[in-house]
């Protein structure tokens, strides 16, 4: 009987201690109070705003400001000692082509970008072969006929120089080729956002996004060489047009901005909040 006693107490305790432990924990979390400014990617500005929504309700003294005009926006912003964090669509600490590396910055990894060629839906086209969107975006094909598609002049929308999605999307969907740079069909835009305006009111017309940007009927999603723009044929590796998203910072992450890193990387956002927007989880991708 008194061992039973013992026991439940033991128990009793051990539930008051963890009790205990999660009330500290929330009251530590609490606590964390300062600004953190954002600037770069406009491809991850959606995942940038819903975690500092959530970050900031669970530490109501943090202060987010977000925005976005390209990637390479971001690593500048943090070289400059304007912004805390640089979202961008590569790994800013190593040189690429057409971008130097930006010295003593840290690459964080927060998320898996799916990258899609997208088209206006009067196009008639949803499959294109890496030779046919090469010939597209080099203003080599000018009409949709040519493909498989409506008797319809092609209009070509590509991200401005600095751009992150632009930078993958020429690597991975083009193989490298050049992009055409004018003409009376070519048109520029700045951000994401823009870009899916503009591929959804132009008739005729091509781009590129992230997944998390491709929504309604106006603007259809391009298969490339048979295979789906989709997180899993991006897991399973059979598309390849995605990158690491990384959060620049100067040195390593430390104080408020390393807590709201480490809150984008947690279980708990990755496999949540994350994947409903159309990211994909950093562990889905481990040895690729």
């Not at 319809?152 to 930078?167: C, E, H, L, M």
């Not at 870009?195 to 309604?216: F, R």
């Not at 430390?254 to 496999?271: H, L, N």
Request: charged share 20%.
């Amino acid at each position: 009987m008194k061992s039973k006693w013992v026991r439940n107490l033991g128990l009793a305790v051990m539930a008051i201690s963890l009790s205990f432990g999660s009330i500290s924990a929330a009251s530590a979390s609490s606590k964390l109070s300062g600004k953190i400014v954002i600037n770069g990617s406009s491809a991850l500005l959606p995942l940038t705003l819903q975690a500092a929504n959530e970050f900031k309700k669970q530490n109501p003294k943090v202060k987010i400001s977000a925005s976005a005009a390209g990637s390479v926006t971001g690593p500048q912003a943090v070289r400059k000692g304007i912004a805390d964090i640089g979202a961008c669509d590569w790994d800013a600490s190593t040189d690429v082509p057409g971008f130097s590396k930006f010295t003593g910055q840290v690459a964080n990894k927060v998320a898996v970008i799916p990258f899609s060629a997208v088209a206006n839906s009067s196009s008639g086209v949803t499959d294109l072969s890496t030779s046919q969107l090469q010939g597209i975006f080099s203003g080599k094909i000018t009409n949709w006929k040519e493909v498989g598609g409506k008797d319809q002049d092609i209009v070509v929308v590509n991200r401005a120089f600095g751009s992150g999605t632009r930078v993958n999307f020429q690597l991975k969907a083009l193989a490298g080729t050049d992009f055409m740079t004018k003409g009376s069909n070519y048109k520029e835009v700045k951000s994401s956002g823009d870009m899916k305006t503009a591929v959804e009111t132009t008739p005729g017309a091509i781009g590129y996004i992230d997944l998390v940007y491709v929504s309604g009927s106006k603007m259809k999603p391009i298969s490339i060489n048979h295979v789906e723009p989709t997180a899993a044929n991006v897991i399973n590796g059979t598309y390849k047009v995605w990158s690491y998203g990384y959060y620049m910072t100067k040195g390593q992450p430390t104080g408020v901005v390393k807590a709201f890193i480490d809150y984008i990387q947690s279980a708990k956002f990755q496999e949540g909040s994350l994947k409903k927007l159309k990211f994909i989880p950093l562990s889905a991708m481990k040895g690729k």
